[in-house]
């Protein structure tokens, strides 16, 4: 009797759980935000090993009623077809939505991308280069046939401060970080041409991570650099009549005339402005690279050049005005080099003037401490100033000879 | 020549802070263009 209810009670507890399973059959759950597709409740209650009804997707097959409609959310294509779709992808046109990334990420094809990717690795270190040596070269012809410029006088030992402390400084930090950066983005544009064969990927890639490393920083001291030049400079490179005469005597470069000159002489002048001018021009285009997507500037560049009409004089069509977030840092890094490397050829041709070319130039920036027949050679109207500073020179003086 | 001097040491000077100054302002590209998602180191 004993047993008997024994079993009787261990049937009851293998039986309860049974019939409790029994009442936790799953319903059908909602599924009309997925269209009638499975939802996130089906795939974990299938992972968690639960039984799922998937009838609603087994029998879902083979009636064309039972699909979303076309402009729902889950509809088909309808009239459009795959390629369609690939081909507004590969022209920018499709409707892409991304949920992080923004403008940039929504674009996945970007056709512009091979323009500029050729672009660099072919016309433009193949020029670029080319006006560097070409310029190293012509300074070198020019030194050959014309020789270190002397000084024509005999140093007399007395000096003049040509160039103050602030002023040395802002010329140095300018120039220090416009060489370190000159150096460094030729090792980003050439390593692959110009190391990688000779020394290595391995090497080039080193090289290559910190040139952008070092580019990325200096650029801050060149920008710096450029602000106090300006400032500290900037009324004395005004255009004067002073420069009408020493461009007619070529600046004495050529031949043996010494026109008169202020502080500074219309050559010094044209670097000061291509400095100013190309320097400011990279540094803009440097800020757009170093900030990406944050500062896009040729879109808007291009549309105020179309309302002039400036491609209109040179038989161009309008230039583009909607460009891909990625045109536009391809452009920038384009523009970035184009211009330095014309800069770069320029201040080569103000670092032979003011080394190796001409006798006592240095003097100027180095110690800032110049001889007065250096001074009256070069720049007499200024030493006249200098030297008495109550007296204006006149506009036409005389050339000093 | 001490000013051209003290000039170098200035973009060291500048390059460096530059640095310290934009990564810490949240300017690296690690945390511009990435993630809590994305691991980048290790």
């Given at each position: ?127 670029g280069?080319?006006l560097l040596?070409?310029t190293?070269?012509l300074l ?30 802002g010329h140095?930090?300018l120039a220090?970080s416009f060489v370190?950066l000159g ?39 060149f920008i710096?650099g450029l602000i106090m030049v300006f400032?500290m400079w900037v009324?004395h490179n005004l255009p004067?009549?002073?420069d009408?005469?020493w461009l007619?005597?070529?600046g004495?470069i ?10 500074f002489n219309a050559g010094q002048k044209f670097i000061f402005w291509s400095v100013i001018l190309l320097g400011g021009s990279i540094a803009i285009s440097g ?48 523009w970035h080099a184009i211009v330095a490397f014309v800069l770069m050829a320029i201040v080569l041709a103000h670092i032979y003037i003011g ?47 | ?42």
């Open positions: 009797m004993l047993r008997m209810a024994l079993v009787f009670f261990l049937s009851l507890f293998l039986v309860a759980p049974l019939a409790a399973q029994d009442t936790q059959t799953p319903t059908a759950p909602d599924r009309s935000a997925t269209g009638g597709a499975q939802t996130l409740e089906d795939i974990l209650a299938r992972q968690r090993g639960e039984p799922v009804d998937d009838a609603f997707r087994k029998n879902n097959t083979g009636d064309p009623d039972a699909a979303a409609g076309i402009a729902a959310q889950l509809g088909t294509l309808g009239g459009a077809s795959d390629p369609e779709v690939w081909r507004a992808l590969r022209y920018g046109s499709a409707d892409v939505t991304v949920s992080a990334g923004g403008e940039v990420a929504s674009v996945l094809m970007q056709d512009g991308g091979m323009r500029w990717l050729e672009f660099r690795r072919g016309p433009l270190p193949k020029w280069g080319w040596l070409g190293l070269g070198l012809l020019f030194f050959l046939l014309r020789g270190r410029i002397r000084v024509d006088e005999p140093m007399t030992g007395r000096t003049v401060t040509r160039f103050k402390a602030a002023e040395r400084f140095w930090l220090g370190i150096i460094t983005g030729i090792v980003v544009l050439f390593g692959r041409l110009f190391i990688a064969p000779y020394l290595g990927k391995e090497v080039n890639a080193v090289l290559l991570d910190w040139s952008k490393w070092v580019h990325n920083n200096v650029a801050w001291a710096l400032v009324a004067s009549r002073t009408i005469t007619r005597q070529f004495g050529v031949g043996k005339a010494h026109p008169p000159a202020k502080k800020l757009s690279l170093l900030f990406p997507f944050e500062m896009p500037l040729f879109a808007k560049t291009f549309s105020v050049l179309n309302q002039i009409g400036i491609p209109g004089w040179f038989g161009m069509d309008p230039l583009p005005t909607a460009l891909a977030p990625q045109e536009e840092m391809q452009l920038a890094q384009l080394s190796v070319g001409m006798e006592g130039a240095f003097d100027a920036m180095g110690t800032g401490e110049v001889d007065e027949a250096w001074a009256h050679q070069h720049h007499s109207l200024w030493l006249d100033e200098v030297k008495d500073p109550d007296a204006k020179a006149p506009e036409g003086a005389t050339p000093a000879e | 020549m001490k000013a051209m001097f003290v000039g170098f040491a200035a973009v060291v000077v500048i390059a460096i802070a530059a640095n310290i100054l934009l990564n810490r302002a949240g300017f690296s590209s690690q945390d511009v263009h990435s993630g809590p998602a994305v691991r980048l180191d290790g």
